[in-house]
């Protein structure tokens, strides 16, 4: 019922109050308190446009204030009225700032002087909300009343509540009469002169009794203080879990299936994730120990963390995150994923690259570690993943686990025609760096692409794998290394120091220091490739070779040579 | 403060519907509260130190400052001391835990010194606090008149001209009949709309939440204001509305402890709805059991004591989408829990009694016990039923919250009949405000001396004199309504 209050006579501008200062004024402020409603709608509060617009319908109020210290708006469904002129008219309801206040009741509104100080932006804040409720969310009047203003005041006529709501009581004062209680007491004196119910005891007058001591009141304080930390949600969970235990009833236990399956919606929507994880924890627990649990029941509960696992759901999620203010404290994050079924991993690792923010990066790295730890068998499928970015991301994982397991997988991998994969499956085979691992690894060195080579020889050689000698000799010693870039020279060259030691230094000399049938020397690219390499052996016969060689006249082997002997020395 | 300024004209289905007032009393309650702890930290520094020490001059500085301020927003500042409360203006201050010394404190030096009122004029200077608060509180021995005079005296021969004082007073009348009808359409309000709540959710309707909050709010604002209408009302214990308006007293007693416990104003709303919801449960009750006057069967008592469960689950049937009543959940849940955590219904997890159904335990069962009920016919006297809670400890209740309950409602809650050592009877309208007497409470004499009904009757003080020093009443008694056909709510509404 939006029942119109009664209009006041219409009074012709000659019959109108003075008012205390030109209505124009008025009209000016309410032109920037609407436009303010609509900023604070679209602009976060750290906008220049935002703040422009506060700023202005602050300095409309100064105008004002040395007229009247307050400013009384009557409220029609179109209008605010002062001193029975219109100062704002707006008949279209969808825009209409009145009609926010009117449609709940508000019939008045008085600003008071100091609104404009730390009131004003938490009012936008109410119109805003009340503009965006659902018709079953709090009205103007439960937001204004919980808001508790001391500079704005409002009169409302009460649209839910029946105004008409009375007594039944007697229409009729009691009759006259005389009560017997003179006779009562007699009688209840003569029968029983000890005390009896009702009967006034001095000792139980000790008014003193019901004063609260200091140690009591703080006790109340501290109670008071308890209630405010309860993790509400997680409370009422452990209620209803509480209840599905308890009740057998299978109506019963449908109902609270029905409200598990919203509720946690509402959490997740809520960011509760940690309550989340509570639920899906105890709801684990509770089908292993709870009596008489239907099949339909057992499923239903089992499906909670599955349903969440979903891909679709938990990209949801993902993104529900990503745009959140504020991101959920790891240890949340890891009490609900540890919760949710195996498969998620693959969703986690694709959202990785698609974070935007780099803390929920971090966190999700954080959790997809975890979940890849403890579970290997899903890690090792996803390195098989269709989505190169999730294969890349469980290869990492791999590798940071050195998982022996996933070699198999990763040679599976480096036969793929996709050259990221085979080149992060070659860098994952130099982490993990088992025996297998770097057999695979050999394997690689014949791989078409050159940044796959180099990261398989430069693996081979740090990890000191002599298995892999005859392959890299022989391309050290061998005319295909003369194709190769100076990066590839100088990996192959540094895993043959590693590799091959002192067996090494007479090849590598003949490299630095010696000719040809021809006469010829090696290119200079060779010759500081072997420099480092004799370097890296490090002997006193490889240190000789470089000290042999040190009047190259090519100033990038001089330097080589240079490098290799300073860090030897 | 949701006073009526329009009234319906009474008249036929167009009436158009009455207005309230909010919001305006906040900035008072603010400031009134500061003002009122720099008035205490003020009489504290001149008991201590001479008038020129810097620290008596910067807590007189900070009156002058808080004066000043109200002065400039109020026109006027007038601080009244009435009963146990303290007004600013027609601005009921609240007293809580933080504030509760302060606000003692200054009212033992109004009353010693015979001031119920003091009207402060502008321009009121450093100096004029210190003579008034010095002298207030060496209060001339004698009559209550004749300790105003004194103080009267004094400051004008110390030329302090700035304080105008007068003597106690009660309430104002008017107000107090505006306070009165408020409380009487807040109660029908909310017992129409739990009455509402209850039919529409045993129907399988939704229930309209929107309504629930308002009345919890008209209760939370009433009781924050004048508490004694309200508190007098939940004398209504309506046999065929017990259910209703069970739910509606138990919300009243609970915010109005929770405001003994320094709740602020939405913790209390968030205990009104709780404790107004607390018995949802029983919605779904079959009515034939509920109802039943006779001894229950194991399983209808079994049934009954779902109530708990079933209240929580149905107000998740009734939550919106983003507003999920936990509080009211937990109460509900807990409500029939002792503080040792048995009762009913039974747990599972660990889990800590919320203090918010502590507080609804104790008056749930003490409205329960005081009613009549399908159950039991003869209520027993409020009396009798604080003196249970408070001593016997296999009740469950938390027995800090009993006694802040029984400073609420005193010996004698207000609605308790009465027999005086005069023979004549009375019921008890409210609590004294003198904490002294909570035995002697502020009656309404309902009949003479032979037993001659009378009504509306007369409010005294039972904690007044007779000329020979003795007091002129005492309770000897407390008598059953039902043995004298007495509707105590009579008097009330």
Redesign the interface.
Known sequence: ?T????APPELSEDELPDPPCSPHLIEELLRHLARSIKTHQLYLPNNPIYQRAIENLRAAFAPIWPHT?EIVLSITEADFRWFGRSVMHEANRSESVPWVFFKD?V?EL?M???IEDDELVSLLGIMQRVRNA?P????L??L???Q???????????????????????PE??????????E??RAEEAAQPERK????RME??D??????DEK??D???G??A??QS?D??R??L??????F???DNEQ?RD??CG?FES?ML?LLAGGAYGSVAYLLR?TAQLIGRTAALTSVHKERLLALPTSLSDPAVLSQLLEALDQSEAIPEQAELDALFDQLRGGVLGTVLGWLKHAQKPELRTALERVAGRMASSNSAEMMKLIGSDDPSVAIEAMRRAGELKTAAAVAPLSKVLQLTNVELRLAAAQTLSEIASAGALRLLETALDDDDRDVRVAAVRALGTRGHRAALPSVEAVVQGKSVKGADLTEKMAYFEAYGALAREEGVAPLDKLLNGRNFLGRRATPEIRACAARALGIIGSGGALECLRRATGDRDPMVRSAINRAMRERT | MTMPTAQNAGSTSFAPPSVAERGSDGFVRKIGREFLLAIYGALRTVKMYPPDNPVVQKTMQEVVRLSEEMLRNEREVELRVSGEFIFINTTRLRLDLENYASFSRIIGAFKDAGVGLCRIREGSAVRDWVVFLTLLQNAAVGDIDGRLYALGEKLAAAKVMAFELGPPTNLDEELRQKAKEAAKRTYAQSVTVTKEVINSVRMGRSPNIKKIKRVVQGIVDQILNEETSLIGLTTLRDYDEYTFTHSVNVCIFSVALGRKLGLTRIQLYDLGVAALMHDIGKARVPLTILNKPSGLSEEEWRTICGHPWMGVLQLFAMRGQNDIPYRAMIVAFEHHKKTDLSGYPKHVRPRAMSIYSKVVAVADAFDAATSRRAYQNTPLSPADVLQEMRINPHRGMDQVLVKAFMSLVGHYPVGTLVVLDTFEMAIVNAVNAAPEALARPIVRLISDERGNLLFPGTIVDLNQMNDSGGYARTIIKVADPERYAIRVSDYFV
Do not use: C, H
């Open positions: 019922m029942s119109p209050t009664i210290p009741g019939r008085t008071m002087q100091g659902a079953e969310e709090d009205d009047l439960t204004l009343w919980e508790e203003f001391t500079r704005l005041k409002y009169r409302f006529v009460e649209i839910n509540l029946d105004s008409q709501a009375s007594f039944d009581a007697s004062p009691p009759k006259e009469r005389t009560l017997p209680i003179v009562d007491i119910s009702g009967i006034v139980d007058l008014a003193t009794l019901y004063f609260l009591e009141i006790y109340l304080r109670e008071v308890a209630e309860i509400m949600p409370n009422v452990a209620i209803l879990l509480d209840i235990e308890a009740q019963v109902e609270i409200i509720y509402n105890e």
